[in-house]
């Protein structure tokens, strides 16, 4: 396959769970990372290798993997999550690299 | 401090070229696979295009393969993008990027990132 498929938009409540989905068959071969991406701004590496946070991402936010989908999880969302986020990863070849679609996430 | 800075975007008539650079500071650039991402006016990102450490291996998104070609310059420490035959599809911003602190070689984690600089294909 060479989709990677999130949902267009969630939203959750100040200080709630919220988890974003990332469906894909590669995902069944190569991890996933996610990025969160605010508007005018390039996007920002938030997970990597499936469940590793880079440098100076909060504790908060944290990944998860099970067959062909990737999950991203926000536990206390806070207003500045608030953020267009991607999921990424290979396509089935390896050659190239696949984005999904985006999801929109409201902190309400 | 690693910085990523592109320039080159512009105005492009259809069927037109232009060439992006990205100029690489504070790592050694010729250590690192690097890649084109790209994200049209409200639309998501859209992988475009990755080269390896010697310029020797590059790979295309199907959307732009044939039209646009990526290379190196690791004396300069500048990463290219030549794009030709350009359509309006093609208008977006576009952005360099590199997995340069986590994860090694022909890895996807992108960690650092360019401003990015803004195409426009337009008549």
């Known amino acids: 396959s060479s989709e990677l498929t999130q949902d267009p938009a969630v939203s959750v409540a100040l200080g709630q769970t919220v988890r974003i989905t990332c469906q894909g068959d590669s995902l069944r071969s190569y991890s996933a990372s996610w990025y969160q991406q605010k508007p005018g701004q390039a996007p920002l590496l938030v997970i990597y290798?499936?469940?590793n946070r880079p440098s100076g991402i909060p504790d908060r936010f944290s990944g998860s993997s099970s067959g062909n989908t990737a999950s991203l999880t926000i536990t206390g969302a806070q207003a500045e999550d608030e953020a267009d986020y991607y999921c990424?990863?290979?396509?089935?070849?390896?050659?190239?690299?696949?984005f999904g679609g985006g999801t929109k996430l409201t902190v309400l | 401090e690693v910085q990523l800075v592109e320039s080159g975007g512009g105005l492009v008539q259809p069927g037109g070229s232009l060439r992006l650079s990205c100029v690489v500071s504070g790592i050694t650039f010729s250590g690192y696979w690097m890649h084109w991402v790209r994200q049209a006016p409200g639309k998501g990102l859209l992988w475009v295009s990755r080269i390896n450490i010697d310029g020797a291996r590059t790979d295309y998104a199907d959307s732009v393969k044939g039209r646009f070609t990526i290379s190196r310059d690791n004396a300069k420490n500048t990463l290219y993008l030549q794009m030709n035959s350009l359509r309006a599809e093609d208008t977006a911003v576009y952005f360099c990027?590199?997995?340069?602190?986590?994860?090694?070689?022909?890895?996807?984690?992108?960690?650092?990132w360019g401003q990015g600089t803004l195409v426009t294909v337009s008549s």
């Open positions: 990027a590199g997995a340069l602190a986590y994860c090694g070689g022909d890895c996807y984690s992108f960690d650092h």
């Open positions: 990424n990863s290979r396509d089935s070849s390896g050659d190239h690299v696949l």
């Open positions: 290798d499936k469940n």
